[in-house]
């Protein structure tokens, strides 16, 4: 008899083409179902919360799998973490119901982006290095504008498995440590490329590149013809995900 378990996972997702599984392409998933494979020496079908694009990270990604009742966790964890990449790391497992589904239960999920204004060899592979003075308070006040419902129509690339683009943002904050810049989001769901054209955008406006009344108009009117500025995937990190 199978027991479905739930995976927490963090990944630095510098080296892969997202997390689900792709033709011709590194992935994290693969990466996961393969060390299961190993390991068991049966295939394995991992079950994520979402879909992670190319170089994002996650602190906690969730996924489930099912596999035999009487698997000793602590030994299959100790297994796995001898066959993964550095780069990935199952760093709890436990036993869920049948009916746990990490994508259809999840309520909302929480990402940070990071932005630093001078280089930062430590975190090059995980924020975005803006070359020009950033007016913090616009990117407040953009940050504030996308709290709530909207439809992110000109925020998403277009996906034929996307019915719409209304989420409904939960959180939208802004915060500065010194010289890094962090931007949290919660959501009861993303699009395509949501966050990182959110952000893209708002530091446009923040630099003086984009008039924010042009944000405002992309954030309210999703028929406008004027197209959002997308921005790097490296420095997005999935945080959290609420269930």
């Not at 959501?187 to 054209?197: E, I, L, P, S």
């Amino acid at each position: 008899m199978k027991q479905r378990y739930k995976l927490t996972i963090e990944f630095d997702g510098t080296q892969y083409s997202g997390w689900q599984i792709q033709p011709n392409a590194r992935t994290v998933e693969e990466e996961i179902e393969n060390a299961f494979s190993r390991i068991l020496q049966q295939p394995v079908d991992i079950i994520g919360q979402g879909r992670t694009d190319a170089g994002v990270h996650a602190e906690k990604q969730i996924a489930h799998v099912n596999l035999a009742s009487e698997i000793k966790i602590d030994d299959l964890l100790y297994a796995l973490r001898g066959v993964l990449p550095r780069d990935i790391c199952i760093w709890k497992m436990e036993k869920v119901s049948s009916h746990f589904h990490a994508r259809f239960d999840a309520k909302s999920r929480q990402y940070r982006y990071q932005i630093v204004t001078r280089p930062r060899p430590l975190l090059r592979s995980f924020s975005f290095f803006e070359n020009n003075e950033i007016d913090i308070e616009v990117l407040k006040r953009c940050a504030e504008m996308s709290a709530g419902k909207h439809d992110f129509e000109n925020f998403s690339k277009a996906n034929k498995d996307q019915p719409d683009a209304v989420c409904t943002v939960l959180k939208s904050t802004v915060e500065q440590k010194g010289d890094l810049i962090i931007y949290r989001i919660r959501a009861n769901r993303f699009v395509h490329h949501m966050v990182r054209r959110l952000v893209g955008t708002m530091l446009q406006a923040a630099t003086e590149r984009l008039d924010i009344k042009a944000f405002e108009e992309l954030l309210n009117n999703p028929d406008t013809t004027r197209i959002s500025t997308g921005i790097t995937g490296k420095g997005l990190i999935l945080e959290d995900v609420a269930y």
